[in-house]
Every structure is written in structure tokens, then in C-alpha cells.
């Protein structure tokens, strides 16, 4: 069934912008107008035209990541409740507030109604679902657990989230610190000293050499600013052209693993996002080969998503996954143990989730003590500045007053 986009005015006067499905133009008016809702303008989404191009256009982002995964719950518990799949998809549609959610649903009714799997219909926005989303229900669909397998997805998108949601609040209150730091600083510099240094002039006395530089930095900022900022600019562009080549994205991942504290809770968050997906597609019927390479496009570090890589070509060539893991020296040793231990005793699945669960708090602890150093430090690099400021603005004074 065609998906309409619409504008219209509904009773009270305010302009409005939907979607709805309908067979034509003239039965989407009338669906509309009977929720008293008068439309002035229509198109057609799925058009040729529109529809390859709008589709393209619709990423998931990142605000929507949890409503995504509350979706994929309650879509979960409506199949669960022996709900035929169009009829979940609508009760689905007709709750859900993200407009972009809205939208790539109804197309995937649209086309569960034409025949598809739920598998393959998905499989047509890979720019809103993920390469793992969409094997997950492929292979929900294939082992007739799509339930199941569904709320884990959930489950996982959660979790997720979740430690991302941690590590940037964790991160927030020092941005926050240097930025209000900048700003006060810059005010200084901009606003204080230049008025001051009327003062210093008028008097012709000699100043202190760290008054002079003060001076010099104020006059800098205030005549030059564009020059920094073109600076800054400058650094920032050719910084993002160095790391879309794929010899400099490697050596910028290399050199944040190697950062201390910052890289140590990068690899381990890295080993626990591993350890997560891969548990999460083996229950759910992925073969290994299949995980490895989905795993491989969810960490987002390109030298440990190369290893894990490697790994994989060891396994086609017949190896384990402990052996060629152990030998990347990425992961720590007791990751390989516990592995081979699971790949032995037939449990590889459980014994990723505790390898997950593990890191897991080795993230929160490692998240904590990089925020516990980073603030004093953060505070020290302020006080030094604002003493650097006051200092050469005080001992002028104090031989000015000397003098008199």
C-alpha cells in the first residue's frame, strides 16, 4: 500500500505534518478528513521517484536509538501475544512518535503485506537498521523465535546505550569545566586586561615582564582572533581528511588505545561491546563466521575491528576462536582463557555474557577513575591561568603603589 507524506490543518487551525498509507491520493483526503483533518498538500513517499531517494535520507539517529530498541520490545511482546505480524506493525506505527520510526515502518508493513519476510523488508533501509538488526531477525524468522529473539535485541540496544549514555555523562562535567573555563579566560583577556592597561600606560611606570606577556596575549586575541580560529580551522579540516584515509583512521585508532587511562577504557569498552554482540547473535543462531563479521562492523575502533577480522580468516582457514584471538595481543589473556574454556565445554555463549558483564564494571570503574583524575587536573590548569592573569595584573599595582 503507497505511504503519503501530508500537510493540513486540523480543527483548531494549526498546520500539521504526517504520514498515512492508503491506496490513492483521493483515499488518503478522505482517511484524513474523516479525523477532521484538512489537507492541502500530498505526496506520494514510494513513488519512483521519492522513494529510493527519501529513503536514503532516513538514518537512525542517535536520540531515536532508544526509542528504536522500545519499539522492538513491544513488537516483540505483541508477536508473543500470537498477534499476526501487519496487525503488530500497525499498532506499532499508530504509537510510535519519532516521525523517521513512523516512516520506515509503514514501509516495512507495506512490504511484509506485498510478501516479504519482516527480515527482508528491514533489509531495505540498511541506512536505519543495523547489518546485526537485520540478521537478528532473519535469524528470528529462520528458527520461528522471532520473539525471542527480538526482546534480546532490545535488550542489547538497551544495554548499549546505555554505556554510552555513562561514558558521555561521564565526560560531560569536564567539557562542561573547560568551556566555561575558556569563556571566563577569554573575557579576561578580551574585556579586563585591555581596560587595565590603560591604567599601566598612563602611568609610564616599567612593567613586570609577566604583565608585559599578559599584554601581548590580550592584544593578540583581540586584533588576531580570526587568525586563531583560521588556526584552529585549519587543524581541525586536515585532522578529518588525515583519519578518512585508511592508514591515518589506523595510526589515530592506534594512538588512542595507547593514551593512558582514556585507552585502556576504550579497549575495554571495545572488548565488552565484543563480547555482547557476539554472545548475542551466537543464542541467536548465527553461526560464528556470520557473528565475526557483524562484530566486526559494530566496534567502532578499526584496529581492533581489523583483529577481530583476523580472527575470522583464521577460523575459515579451520583454527578456534581462542587460539587466533590470543595471538592479536589485543585482548587480555583472560579473555582467550575463558573462551577456549567455553568453546570446550560447548557454553561460548554464557561465557561471553560474563566476559561482558565483567568488563562491564571494569568500565565503570575505569570511567570513574578517569573523571576522579581529570577534574583536579582540569582545576589545577584553571588556577594556574587565572593565578597567571591576576599576578600579572596585581604586582604592577603593588610597585605603582610603592612609587607613591
Known amino acids: 500500500m503507497p505511504i503519503f507524506e501530508y500537510r ?38 514510494n513513488d519512483s521517484k ?28 505483541l508477536l508473543n501475544a500470537g498477534i499476526p505480524v501487519v496487525e503488530a506493525l500497525k499498532a506499532l506505527i499508530d504509537q510510535v512518535e519519532s516521525r523517521d520510526i513512523e516512516q520506515v515502518f509503514r514501509d516495512v508493513r507495506e512490504k511484509v503485506t506485498q510478501g516479504q519476510t519482516i527480515g527482508e523488508a528491514v533489509g531495505n533501509h540498511p541506512a536505519f537498521f543495523s547489518n546485526l538488526y537485520i540478521n537478528m531477525i532473519k535469524a528470528g524468522e529462520a ?16 544495554k548499549q546505550n546505555k554505556m554510552r549514555n555513562k561514558v558521555g555523562a561521564a565526560m560531560a562535567y569536564p567539557a562542561v569545566m573547560v568551556g566555561v573555563g575558556i569563556i ?9 586586561v585591555p581596560k587595565i592597561e590603560e591604567i599601566f600606560r598612563e602611568s609610564e611606570a616599567a612593567l613586570p615582564p609577566t604583565t608585559e606577556l599578559l599584554i601581548a596575549t590580550s592584544d593578540f586575541l583581540i586584533n588576531y582572533w580570526w587568525l586563531l580560529i583560521g588556526f584552529f580551522a585549519a587543524i581541525f579540516f586536515s585532522f578529518k581528511a ?53 562484530v566486526q562492523e559494530v566496534i567502532q575502533n578499526r584496529i581492533l575491528a581489523n583483529a577481530v577480522g583476523d580472527i575470522h580468516e583464521s577460523i575459515v582457514e579451520g583454527s ?9 595481543g589485543i585482548f587480555p589473556p583472560m579473555v582467550g582463557y575463558m573462551i577456549a574454556t567455553g568453546e570446550q565445554s560447548g557454553q ?49 599595582m603593588i610597585q605603582m603603589s610603592g612609587m607613591n
Open 242 to 294: 588525515w583519519t578518512r584515509t585508511e592508514k591515518g583512521i589506523e595510526k589515530w585508532h592506534k594512538m588512542l588505545l595507547r593514551m593512558p587511562i582514556f585507552g585502556m577504557l576504550m579497549r575495554k569498552q571495545a572488548i565488552s561491546r565484543f563480547a555482547t554482540t557476539m554472545a548475542t547473535l551466537l543464542a541467536s543462531g548465527l553461526p560464528v563466521l556470520n557473528a565475526l563479521k557483524i
Open 8 to 45: 493540513a490543518y486540523d480543527e483548531s487551525g494549526n498546520s500539521r505534518v504526517g504520514i498515512v498509507d492508503a491506496d490513492t491520493p483521493a483515499a488518503a483526503r478522505t482517511k484524513l478528513r474523516q479525523d477532521r483533518v484538512h489537507v492541502y498538500e500530498i505526496e506520494e513517499l
Open 184 to 192: 571566563v579566560v577569554s573575557i579576561l583577556l578580551t574585556v579586563v
Open 348 to 396: 561460548l555463549e554464557e561465557i561471553l555474557f560474563k566476559v561482558a558483564e565483567a568488563y562491564d564494571e571494569e568500565v565503570d570503574i575505569a570511567t570513574q577513575k578517569m573523571t576522579s583524575l581529570m577534574e583536579p587536573l582540569i582545576i589545577v590548569a584553571l588556577a594556574v591561568v587565572v593565578g597567571f592573569i591576576v599576578i600579572s595584573i596585581v604586582q604592577p
Open 320 to 328: 578456534d576462536i581462542s587460539t587466533p584471538l590470543a595471538k592479536t
Open 50 to 77: 521519492g522513494t529510493d531517494k527519501k529513503k536514503k535520507k532516513i538514518r537512525l539517529r542517535r536520540g531515536a536509538i532508544t526509542e528504536l530498541s522500545i519499539v522492538t520490545r513491544q513488537f516483540a511482546t
Open 143 to 158: 528458527s520461528g523465535n522471532l520473539d525471542a529473539i527480538m526482546i534480546r535485541l532490545a535488550d542489547y540496544m538497551q
